[in-house]
């Protein structure tokens, strides 16, 4: 089993959520931000000694939500922190973004690293088109063709043109280009049917898959097999280790602090720092054809308020989340991977405002007592 | 013209020439832009007509094709080459060519022999330099299938006609004389593309001097049809600006 270490970079200073998305940002005070990033820059840094395989990061707008706009730029930093670990973009918003831009920023932050680069291509979440002010409509095609142009500018030898449905771009011969060959390694979302589906068709590419907020293991299974099936209609015979599965995780010395600890992040993170992205979020699911039909829809605001309400026990349960002491932890990745067949966790553990010296607790905890138990399943 | 197309303001002519009478369609006014076919004949695709709203378009049939008599001594694709440039010279200045399939590999061959007589040359997935084995199963050739032509009555003659000139060969000759061609050439290819290597773009942006390899993305190997909306007004804009294409104008 390989294991991530993701981060979000929260902000972890509010004591009343904002009023509205975008957040107003006087509420961010960048002297604090300065420390909050040098902690969390350190803390990616450090998930290299605990034998994780890779560090992760994404992007997100306008909100406490997450500090990285662009986490190319985290990226880029590690690169200089970090030896052998896989530095994971998961990832850049793809179709809100010049994909030409994209597919440079990919290929420094993999020649710097010394083809260390996990490419992820987002779509993001539905608020982020109203941030770059980019019609949620058109958010899959876009990202289709956004794809096929990155992965032509990273494996063409010689300049070419795009004349494309979005993309028009006269000559395009991106230096650098990537270090890995023929391209680096990418992921794909496979968080609902039409994302499995849409990952299942760049089979050419061999993608890995994601898929984190899982609410329901079956649900989960399901969309798997959508991925698996259609990457095999289209010859790519997907293994474990393309399978990538997300979790908010806590690994702390007992259950009962693990669960406490969990309890008081998820507050934090289920009102302070999502409650004023859900109704952006309402606003564009309802108003746009971001989701393919009304069931999509629903099953996406419905996984979210179901994830909101549900006890932490109950979390577990579902396979939602990671949260106990390393045996207890252990015992829970072991019932997941028997349901999904993965081989591959991120475990996203600086929840909320909780506490860092926690997660580096649980950093090591699981260094010593978690990956051992892992490494042969 | 004894086919199921619309050929819209197109019409027959014929030219007399050494080997044999030429036929050709014909239509619209402007510079002159000689059309080379692909190897299901000569097409009034939605591209035809939006360049004959610009040009001179002359949509030549090579002999053989759709019903025409096979010309004295044009037995290979060298023999081509000289009847096309020899219809050229009564145009007495370059003109523009542009070649679909296996008409662009008689363009690359016409640039190549009659350098005073080419100015732009135009390739959409253009044959003749396929070194490696096609792909086991069928190719699709339009990405498309909605948008795609009604096959036409000389289809099958017409690809014996193809086979008779060659055939999809790699044109040793040709390869290893793409740097003497001067025209400034703009090579179009489907990112779907099955029929043609994609190894085909590569090695004439690489090979000719003064080229450039634009991907449409979407299309397969029938680029005219699967995506005219683009294909046409890049063309257009490519023969009218030349190098200058490259350069955005205000919309």
Known sequence: ??????????????????????????????????????????????????????????????????????????????????????????????????????????????????????????????????????????????????????????????????????????????????????????????????????????????????????????????????????????????????????????????????????????????????????????????????????????????KLQQLRQTPVEELIEAGSILCGSPE?????????????????IQMNMKIGDMPDAAIRRGMELYRDRVKPQLEDL | MGDP??????????????????????????????????AAGPRPSPVMHALAARHDVHMLTAPGFSGTPRHRGVDDIAGLARMVGSFLERFGKPVDVMGESFGGWLALRVALHFPQAVDHLVLEGPAGLREEQPAPGVPRIFAREATAPAAGPYLDANRAAFAAYGGGVFDAELAGRLGEIQARTLVLMGTEEEVIPASTGRRLKAGIPHSHLTYVYGAGHGLEYDAPERVGPLIARYLERGEAFLVRQAS
């Open chain 1, 1 to 302: 089993m390989h294991v991530s270490f993701f981060h979000l970079m929260p902000w972890t200073y509010l004591d009343q959520p904002p009023r509205e998305w975008p957040a107003p940002n006087g509420m961010f005070d960048p002297v604090k931000g300065k420390a909050l990033y040098d902690d969390y820059i350190d803390t990616l840094a450090f998930a290299e000694q605990c034998g994780f395989d890779w560090a992760g990061c994404n992007e997100h707008h306008f909100s406490p939500y997450g500090l990285m706009a662009n986490c190319n730029m985290v990226g880029s930093a590690l690169t200089q922190r970090t030896d052998t670990i896989k530095l994971a973009m998961l990832g850049n918003l793809v179709p809100l973004l010049n994909p030409i831009r994209v597919a440079e920023e990919y290929a420094m932050l993999d020649v710097m690293s010394g083809g260390r680069l996990v490419a992820g291509f987002i779509r993001g979440v539905a608020h982020e088109y109203i941030a770059y002010n980019q019609n949620p409509d058109e958010s899959r095609e876009r990202l289709r063709e956004a794809i096929a142009l990155i992965m032509k500018a990273w494996t063409e030898p010689e300049p070419f043109g795009w004349e494309g449905e979005y993309y028009q771009y006269p000559s395009v011969s991106i230096w650098p280009r990537p270090y890995q060959q023929p391209h680096p390694k990418i992921l794909l979302s496979a968080s609902n049917e039409e994302s499995a589906e849409f990952a299942g068709l760049h089979a050419r590419y061999k993608p890995m898959v994601g898929m984190t907020l899982i609410a329901n293991l079956d649900v989960a299974a399901r969309c798997l097999d959508t991925f698996r099936r259609v990457s095999r209609a289209n010859g790519f015979d997907p293994t474990a280790d393309d399978i990538l599965i997300g979790h908010q995780t806590c690994i702390a010395d007992s259950d009962e602090e693990a669960r406490e600890l969990m309890r008081k992040g998820l507050d934090y993170f289920n009102v302070m720092l999502m409650q004023s992205l859900r109704d952006a979020q309402r606003l564009v699911i309802a108003k746009s054809r971001f989701f393919s039909n009304e069931q999509q829809s629903q099953g996406f605001v419905n």
């Open chain 1, 328 to 344: 207890t932890v252990v015992a829970q990745v072991k019932r997941i991977k028997a349901k999904l067949g993965h081989g591959h």
């Open chain 2, 5 to 38: 197309w619309d050929w819209g303001t197109f019409r027959e002519e014929q030219a007399d020439l050494p080997t044999g009478t030429l036929h050709y369609a014909r239509a619209g006014e402007g510079p002159p832009l000689i059309v080379l076919h692909s």
